[in-house]
């Protein structure tokens, strides 16, 4: 596990318009979040904290990784659900038999879901005028 280490994987993961880039190594638990400590950057929201980290804590490796990341586009909501993708995909990578758990917790799924484009004649995606009968 520490020769995987050694060689300093980075991992993507992706929702909306965010992407983020995740580099973990051995350490004592820090989250670095674009040159920012994470509580900060998310605004020292708990749910955000909660859903960033669920993967490691589900696997209690929580307090043993450093984690940098490098997170852009979207908004705080859609770049903790990257960052936790990026976070499971690079576990996966550490250690093969976390896939099994990671999988069926459903952390190594892609929510593919983005905003539907403009179509022409009509004010939004799917919001059309009033109609006028006469």
């Known amino acids: ?5 050694k060689k300093k994987y980075i991992s993507i993961g992706r929702r909306k318009q965010a992407v983020a880039k995740v ?4 350490g004592n638990g820090k989250l670095i979040i674009n040159n920012q ?3 900060y ?3 020292k929201n708990k749910t955000y904290l909660n859903t960033l980290l669920e993967p490691l804590n589900k696997l209690n490796l929580l307090n043993k990784f450093n984690i940098i990341i490098s997170v852009q586009g979207g908004g705080l909501s859609s770049q903790t659900d990257a960052i936790r993708l990026a976070i499971a995909r690079q576990l996966y990578k550490i250690n ?10 459903k952390f190594l799924t892609c929510n ?5 484009r403009k179509k022409y004649g009509l ?4 919001k059309a005028s009033q109609y006028s009968k006469r």
């Open 1 to 5: 596990m520490i020769q995987l280490l």
């Open 23 to 26: 580099l973990i190594y051995c």
């Open 37 to 39: 400590l994470g509580s």
């Open 41 to 43: 950057y998310l605004k």
């Open 96 to 105: 093969i038999q976390n896939r099994k758990i990671l999988k069926r917790l």
């Open 112 to 116: 593919s879901k983005v905003k539907e």
């Open 123 to 126: 004010k939004k995606a799917r």
